[in-house]
């Protein structure tokens, strides 16, 4: 069974530029979160997809954008990009909407320059 | 005021020491997690609680759900336990995860 996997691991952008995060959910699962950690803090709730629809959506503006496909793998989007973007972005699957338990994939690392 | 803290933010601990990391949550909850990071960043779950008390190795967590309290506590404490270890409750209004910002445990052989 292969967890929940990520790419790219680390990038670096400039300000204004465009991002797209990847997230391969664990097989079997079909929600997927999406989390923002700036360093020092713990991590917040950015959106989550359940079926490939949005269910559920934090405190972060229209830029913030997702996706979530068939085989239940999802995107995280962010354009216009600024200085505080600049984070390890999780994703964690679970295996249905009502489970409890999510189970975290490694990261990527976003800079903002 | 989060809605999720933790104490201390900090821990140095000799090996050997019992060690007990404190969570306290203001909002009505489903569950709490008891969940490590280590520093490459990825997230492992520990535990999931909604009452009583788990146990799993040298691992221990309790909720009282009265007084809105967890602790996890770490007996026997080795350097491979050094990570930051973070209380997220997944709250009853939407039904999603509130994470704290997590406590920084070192342990020195």
């Known amino acids: 069974e292969t967890g929940v996997t990520q790419s790219p691991t680390h990038l670096i952008k400039t300000r204004g530029q465009q991002v797209t995060l990847r997230c391969s959910s664990q097989?079997?699962?079909?929600?997927v979160s999406w989390y923002q950690q700036a360093l020092g803090q713990g991590p917040q709730f950015i959106f989550q997809?359940?079926?490939?629809?949005?269910?559920g959506r934090g405190n972060f503006p229209p830029r913030f954008s997702g996706l979530q496909f068939p085989n239940y793998s999802s995107e995280l989007n962010v354009n216009a990009l600024e200085l505080d973007d600049s984070a390890l972005y999780l994703c964690a699957s679970s295996p249905e909407l009502a489970a409890s338990e999510q189970f975290f994939g490694p990261g990527t690392r976003l800079t903002v320059l | 005021k989060n809605e999720v803290e933790q104490s201390p933010q900090n821990l140095t601990a000799q090996e050997g020491e019992f060690i007990t990391i404190n969570c306290s949550y203001s909002?009505?909850?489903?569950?709490l997690h008891w969940l490590q990071q280590h520093p490459g960043g990825g997230i492992v779950s520990l535990f999931m609680l909604s009452s009583g008390k788990k146990k799993h190795g040298r691992l221990i967590a309790t909720i009282n759900i009265q007084e809105k309290h967890s602790s996890l506590h770490i007996t026997a404490s080795h350097p491979r336990d050094s990570a930051v270890y973070i209380c997220?409750?997944?709250?009853?209004?939407?039904?999603?995860?509130?994470f704290g910002t997590g406590t920084r445990l070192q342990v020195f052989p």
């Open positions: 097989s079997g699962h079909n929600t």
């Open positions: 997220a409750v997944r709250s009853l209004k939407t039904d999603k995860l509130i």
């Open positions: 909002v009505g909850i489903s569950a």
């Open positions: 997809y359940y079926r490939e629809e949005e269910n």
